[in-house]
């Protein structure tokens, strides 16, 4: 029987495991296989209802707390991503991971890449479907609830220009990624208590730092679902700088993840006993 970590995964001598240490199922569209993307779907309803609604002083602080919360409730299940940026990335990593154990089937034995092979492009694709159902939905509702949205509408603000959004949002994205990618998928970071802290707190941060700048979104997904529940507005045109942006950014942020793991890496080597005493 594999034993799942907190992200999910089970060391390289247990049993074969799906995406987020669940035994893996004959059947492509069992409860168990489907239940990841049901997480998604419901984590990121919560993250667009809320940001769809909360408004000023408090939408960085809200739409940090639910971002919190739904990481807490999803890590174990579905490694919470809430996030289409976060989950290609997520893929693309576990694509690079799989060459390199084709390339040199000696790493099989090392528990990172164990880790870092878990995820399928086959499940980013349901990932994303499920993300992009859950925030349309979520927005749509925020919508119905509260009227007018205008002051949560994804743009470049006054005084600002596309450029300057599409940067703030590839450069908080990439930072978002980063913090995900060194605590839930990094070995070094595993059973940690504080990662839905840092997600939320990261969230919190950026979204205070560029609320006057891009408005603070870092997730294509609550973007059209924002978007599109207010396709009356002019603003639906800059939907591009919020599909466009984090994907640029993430991409980036994946540099310094593979950094830090390979200087961890050679830190775990020359801590390694070199004989007996």
């Known amino acids: 029987m594999a034993k799942a970590t907190m992200s999910g995964v089970a060391t390289p001598t247990e049993a074969p495991v799906g995406p987020q240490g669940h035994e893996e199922s004959p059947h492509l569209f069992s409860m168990r296989s489907t239940s990841p993307w049901f997480i998604e779907f419901a984590g990121t309803f919560c993250i667009g209802l809320v940001f769809s609604m909360a408004s000023g002083f408090s939408h960085p602080l809200a739409t940090g707390a639910i971002y919190m919360a739904v990481t807490y409730m999803g890590a174990h299940i579905s490694g919470a991503h809430f996030n289409p940026v976060i989950t290609v990335t997520r893929a693309i990593v576990s694509l690079v991971a799989n060459i390199r154990v084709k390339r040199d089937p000696s790493l099989k034995a090392d528990r990172n890449i164990a880790l870092e092979t878990s995820f399928t492009f086959v499940n980013a694709i349901a990932y994303i479907f499920a993300q992009l159902f859950g925030a349309i939905l979520g927005c749509v509702m925020g919508a119905m609830a509260l009227g007018n949205q205008e002051d949560v509408l994804p743009r470049p603000q006054p005084g600002h220009t596309e450029g300057e959004a599409l940067a703030v949002e590839a450069c908080f994205a ?5 913090v995900y990618l060194v605590n839930l998928v990094s070995v070094h970071s595993q059973h940690n208590a504080f990662f839905g802290l840092s997600i939320g707190a990261t969230v919190i941060a950026g979204m205070t730092a ?11 997904a609550i973007a059209l679902g924002i978007l599109l529940a207010n396709l009356e507005s002019d603003d639906a045109r800059n939907v591009w700088l919020y599909i466009v942006g984090p994907p640029i950014g993430a991409l980036v942020g994946v540099i310094p993840y593979y950094l830090s793991e390979a200087l961890q890496h050679s830190d775990d080597n020359e801590t390694l006993p070199t004989g007996k005493a």
């Open 174 to 178: 990439g930072i978002l990624v980063h």
């Open 210 to 220: 560029s609320q006057l700048i891009s408005g603070g979104v870092f997730n294509p």
